[in-house]
């Protein structure tokens, strides 16, 4: 039976590499999409969509939102998605106090 069950694991793990290496695991870009938007309407979109803080002490993504919308408007899931869309590789659990970050604003 164990000469079984490591025989099963041994196909399992070479099927696994087959597939990352036929398929893969990480998303494809579509680079068409890319050429074909235009830029302008994004980044006259992005200013009237956001603002600026500056984070302090104990300040989180949440906290600072809730603070400037009251209660929040959204899922935290979008808050999160929103923040690190208009933040390009910084982590919402990552935020750094002295820093200045962009926030999204949502209309109601």
Not at 36 to 42: A, C, F, G, M, Q
Not at 53 to 78: A, F, N
């Amino acid at each position: 039976m164990k000469r079984f069950s490591i025989l099963l694991l041994c196909f399992f793990i070479c099927y696994i590499i087959y597939y990352d290496l036929q398929v893969g695991t990480l998303p494809f870009m579509n680079k068409t999409a890319i050429v074909s938007s235009d830029p302008s309407n994004e980044i006259k979109d992005k200013q009237e969509s956001y603002y600026e803080k500056r984070v302090k002490q104990g300040d989180t993504v949440l906290t600072i939102t809730e603070k400037y919308h009251g209660t929040l408007p959204i899922s935290i899931d979008q808050l999160i998605k929103d923040f690190e869309n208009l933040n390009p590789g910084v982590k919402a659990e990552a935020i750094q106090v002295g820093t200045s970050y962009l926030f999204p604003i949502y209309k109601q």
